[in-house]
């Protein structure tokens, strides 16, 4: 509760309140199950989280859209968004829900609960981890020497990530994403997004990696968030190994009960992708991004996947990095104009250089960083860690330590000579 009020001292109550309601619609829940009162408690906490989410992160988007389409003047406030609610609302929501099926016991404890809510390895940037995967640790943690180990190095892996690759590739990213389009060379819309890319891969699943590293050192076990999602052979398997945690979240509670693939495949899958951008930010950019990765996972199911499956790896590989680079244009910029003219850019629309004298010297100067980076985003490293595990484990008493260390050292280091430090998940 202290780390989270030194950045939100006033939203502070808010994760209390949000986390206190649904303890108690989930004793309620658990107690009159199968009656009218244990539904009632479930809709309650569904609203009330959605209505809690929808004013602090939506409520000026929706009104500023309705004052443009009916030409009113409705007055609105675009509130600070508290930080991590849209991670905290999904949890404590998918307790209740979790209850009401009977998948867990609810909590009896309010301050366990509280815990579970408050847990500062997780709550500021996700993953989004469910009540019934750690309900056993919060009841039976177990610390050891060993596991601090292990936690410790998770952490400084997600922290390297962070510092040294993430925002080394954002900071060359936006000499080409925030130059003037219009005179963008070809290459260098390719080179610009492909570097946005990987930050903003290095940049949550260093994210995700620290919280698994807290995690384990204070004895919670989180599971992973990511699989190497950019060796993907279809958009629906990138989205497979891309931000788990809230895939899966939208699957059991959204996609499932609508009919899942049983029924109304395509109107579940656009529900599903709307609310996935929807999620991502208030923005029209945020929406049409959800949107596009929908049609292209339900062109793939119809009939698509099959022929992806037949086709050579290389082929079906380069498919899925096309669609999510351009894929990742919608995500950056929030105005649609600037979409379009950046994917003229990327396909050579009119007349423009294919390469020009800024393009040739960060190249030059950064085709070391972009190999590795590139490398680090694949299993290769971890290829490599498997080959050398016999000598690795012969020289595990000071190689493994070694090598945490010096990943610390150099991303303090970095980390205090760098001005530049997005919180790219910041906005969610």
Known sequence: MLFYAWGEPIWVFLLVFSGLT??????IVEKYRGSWQSKAALLSSIVLNLLILGFFKYSAFFIKNINILFRLHLPYREFALPIG????????????????????????SPWKLLLYVSLFHQLVAGPIVRYQDIAHDIEHRQLSVRRFSEGISRFVVGLSKKVLLANTAGEIS???????????????????????????????????????????????????????????????????????????FFRDYVYIPLGGNRRHLLRNLFVVWFLTGLWHGASWNFVLWGLYFGVL?????????????????FISHVYLLLAVLMGWVLFYYPSLTDVWLFLQAMFAWGSRPWIDAQLAIQFSNNIFFFLVAIVCATPIAKLLQQITQPTLARAQGWACPALTFTLLLLSTITLLGQTYNPFLYFRF
């Open 22 to 27: 649904d303890y108690v619609h989930a004793l």
């Open 85 to 108: 609610i849209s991670f905290y609302t999904f949890q404590t929501m998918s307790y209740v829900i979790d209850v009401y099926r009977g998948e867990v016991e609810a909590q009896k």
């Open 174 to 248: 936006e000499m080409f994403l925030k130059a003037n389009i219009d005179e963008l060379p070809v290459l260098g819309a390719w080179f610009g997004i492909s570097l946005f890319a990987l930050q903003i891969y290095f940049d949550f699943s260093g994210y995700s990696d620290m919280a698994i590293g807290l995690g384990r050192m204070f004895g919670f076990n989180y599971k992973e968030n990511f699989n190497y999602p950019y060796v993907a052979r279809s958009v629906s398997d990138f989205w497979r190994r891309w931000h788990i945690s809230l895939g899966s």
């Open 297 to 313: 996972i339900a062109i793939e199911r119809m009939w698509l996947l099959r022929r992806l499956e037949k086709w050579p790896r």
